[in-house]
C-alpha cells in the first residue's frame, strides 16, 4: 500500500538522482539553441496538439518521465519564441543567457523574498538594485523600488501610492477610511494611456468615468496645451514609450507644472524607461525625474526572463503605507521585500535582473537599447521602400507602426504574414486606421532578420494582388 513515506521514498529518489534536472532541462534547452531556426509562432499541428492537455486530473500518481515527456513534447512545440529574432508582436523581449543561467541556478534555491530575514540574498540584492536603478535612471535618491510581476502592477501600485498621499495631505487615511466619502481624487491621463493604466486606475477605486482624458498629438504623445489646471489632489499619468508608436510624452513641461502645484505624477515606462539609460535617446525621457513614481520593468527592453516588474517611487512612505500589511511604518535598517509589492510571498526575481544590469553593466545597457532602436530605424526605411506600405509613426524607439493604402489589406496582409511564419506581427489601431505594429525588443534580432522579415511583408502584399 502507498503511504507519505512511500511517497517520500519516491520524491527523495528524485531529488537525488543526479541526471534528473539536467535530463529534463535539456528540451528546454535544446529549443533555446535553436532559436534562430525556430518559427516566432508554433506551427498548426503543435496548437492542434494542445488537445493532449485537456485531460481529467489523474486519480493516482502517474509515472514522473511520462508527465515531464508530455511537456516536453507537446508544450515545447506550442511554446511562442521570442527568442527567434523575428518575434515583433506586441512588445515582447528575449533573454539574456547571464539572466536565464542566474535563474536556472537560483530556482533551485526557491526563495521566498517578503522579508530579509525569509531570504537575505534576495533582501541584498534588492537593495543593491534598487540604489543602481536610481542612479541609472537619475531618480531622486531617496527613490524606493518594489519588485514585481509587470508593469501592470507596478502601475497598480505607484496609483495605490499616490491615492495614499493625496488622501493623507488631506487628514484621510485611506487604508483604515476605505474611499467612500474620501475627498475626491483628480487622475489626468491621455487619451493613449495603456490600458493598463486604466485597470490601474479602477482597481484603485479612481473611477476611469472621472478622468479628465486629453488629447494627443499626431505622435500619441499627450498635449500639454490642453493640460487643465493642477492642483495637490491631481494624479497626472504620463507615459515613457506608447505601446503602438513608442513616442514619450513631455515630462519636463508637464513635470514643472506639475511640481508648482503639488500634484503627484506618474510615468508608465514599461519599456521607453530605459532610454533615459542610453546617451543617444535620453532626450526622450528629459524631465523624468519631475515625476513622484514610475514603472518599468526588466522583460520588454532590457531582456530578463518574464515576471521582471519595477515600481519606483521617491515618496517611500506612501508606496510602504499603500501596501503594508499592518501599519503605516517602515522597519528601518532592513529590506523587507513585502513592504513595497501586493504580495507577501513572491520569488525572487531580482536575481535574474541583478545578473543582466551586473553582466551588461551601464555600457552594455546603452548598446542594448540603442541596438534595438537602430534596428527599428532599419526595419522602417527597408518597409518604406517596399510597394503598397507606409511607416506612420516617427520611429523613435523601437515600435514601426506599418499600413497598407486600405484597412482590409492591412488586415489581410496580417493574417499572411502570421501564417508565413517568417515573422510574427500583431495590428492595432492608429489614428482611426489598421496598422500593422512591429516591435524590435530582443537581443537575438539581426540586420539579417529585420531583411527575412521585410521579404515575409512584400510576399504577403503581393500574395493577395
Ligand atoms: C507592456 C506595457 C504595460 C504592461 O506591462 P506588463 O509587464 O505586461 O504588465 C504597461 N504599459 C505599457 C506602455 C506597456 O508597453
Aim: proline content about 2%; charged content about 20%.
Amino acid at each position: 500500500m502507498r503511504t507519505f513515506e512511500t511517497l517520500q521514498a519516491e520524491l527523495f529518489n528524485q531529488l537525488q538522482d543526479q541526471l534528473f534536472f539536467a535530463r529534463h532541462s535539456q528540451t528546454g534547452f535544446e529549443q533555446l539553441q535553436e532559436f534562430g531556426k525556430r518559427a516566432a509562432f508554433p506551427s498548426e499541428e503543435a496548437l492542434t496538439n494542445l488537445s493532449r492537455f485537456e485531460e481529467s486530473l489523474p486519480g493516482s500518481t502517474d509515472a514522473i518521465d511520462d508527465v515531464l515527456q508530455l511537456l516536453a513534447t507537446h508544450g515545447s512545440a506550442a511554446s511562442t519564441s521570442y527568442m527567434s529574432g523575428r518575434y515583433f508582436g506586441f512588445v515582447n523581449g528575449g533573454m539574456l543567457p547571464v539572466s536565464l543561467a542566474a535563474k536556472a541556478m537560483s530556482i533551485f534555491w526557491d526563495q521566498n523574498t517578503a522579508m530579509e530575514v525569509i531570504s537575505p540574498i534576495s533582501a541584498k540584492l534588492e537593495s543593491v538594485v534598487q540604489g543602481w536603478l536610481v542612479e541609472l535612471f537619475g531618480l531622486p535618491h531617496i527613490t524606493v523600488a518594489g519588485f514585481v510581476s509587470g508593469t501592470s502592477v507596478s502601475n497598480f501600485c505607484a496609483l495605490a501610492a499616490a491615492r495614499w498621499r493625496i488622501l493623507a495631505n488631506q487628514g484621510w487615511n485611506v487604508n483604515a477610511r476605505g474611499m467612500h466619502g474620501a475627498p475626491a481624487i483628480r487622475v489626468v491621463t491621455s487619451t493613449q494611456a495603456h490600458s493598463t493604466i486604466v485597470k490601474a486606475i479602477s482597481l484603485n477605486g479612481l473611477g476611469t468615468e472621472q478622468v479628465e482624458w486629453i488629447e494627443v498629438d499626431n505622435q500619441g504623445r499627450i498635449r500639454a496645451d490642453l493640460l487643465p489646471e493642477l492642483d495637490a489632489s491631481t494624479i497626472v499619468i504620463l507615459q515613457a514609450g506608447n505601446v503602438n508608436s513608442g513616442a514619450f510624452d513631455d515630462f519636463q513641461t508637464i513635470g514643472e507644472k506639475a511640481q508648482e502645484t503639488g500634484a503627484w505624477v506618474h510615468i508608465d515606462g514599461a519599456f521607453g524607461l530605459w532610454a533615459q539609460a542610453t546617451s543617444s535617446l535620453k532626450h526622450l525621457t528629459r524631465g523624468i525625474q519631475l515625476a513622484t513614481s514610475w514603472a518599468t520593468d526588466g522583460h520588454k527592453t532590457l531582456n530578463t526572463p518574464y515576471d521582471s516588474g519595477l515600481v519606483m517611487c521617491a515618496d517611500p512612505q506612501a508606496l510602504a503605507a499603500a501596501l503594508h500589511m499592518s501599519g503605516d511604518y517602515i522597519i528601518e535598517g532592513t529590506r523587507d521585500g513585502m513592504y513595497y509589492t501586493p504580495e507577501m510571498s513572491r520569488r525572487s526575481r531580482v536575481i535574474e535582473l541583478w545578473a543582466a544590469l551586473r553582466y551588461l553593466g551601464r555600457d552594455g545597457i546603452d548598446l542594448l537599447v540603442h541596438g534595438l532602436h537602430l534596428l527599428a530605424n532599419q526595419f522602417a526605411s527597408q518597409i518604406e521602400a517596399v510597394e503598397g506600405f507606409t511607416v506612420v509613426n516617427e520611429v523613435v524607439f523601437n515600435q514601426v507602426l506599418v499600413q497598407c493604402p486600405k484597412d482590409e489589406i492591412t488586415e489581410r496582409v496580417i493574417r499572411s504574414i502570421q501564417a508565413d511564419r517568417t515573422c510574427w506581427v500583431g495590428g492595432s489601431k492608429w489614428m482611426g486606421r489598421k496598422v500593422i505594429r512591429v516591435s524590435i525588443c530582443s537581443w537575438t534580432t539581426t540586420t539579417e532578420d529585420i531583411a527575412r522579415s521585410v521579404d515575409a511583408f512584400s510576399r504577403a502584399i503581393t500574395a493577395g494582388q
